[in-house]
């Protein structure tokens, strides 16, 4: 897990099922997790711990 400190403020991203479901997939074949994903490929390399 990134933090041991739960993060009070959440970010929410709504997306249809089957989009949740592709994402889902692709974080597990890379054996990361949905959220490890998404940060990947939304955050600079440096500022995260899976780089894309």
Do not use: N, W
């Not at 989009?19 to 889902?24: A, G, N, S, V, W």
């Not at 949905?34 to 500022?47: G, M, N, Q, V, Y």
């Amino acid at each position: 897990m990134r933090s041991d400190v739960a993060m009070p403020d959440y970010i929410r991203i709504r997306v249809f099922p089957d989009e949740k479901q592709h994402l889902k997939e692709a974080a597990q074949k890379r054996g990361i997790s949905l959220s490890e994903l998404i940060r990947s490929k939304t955050l600079p390399a440096k500022d995260c711990e899976v780089a894309a």
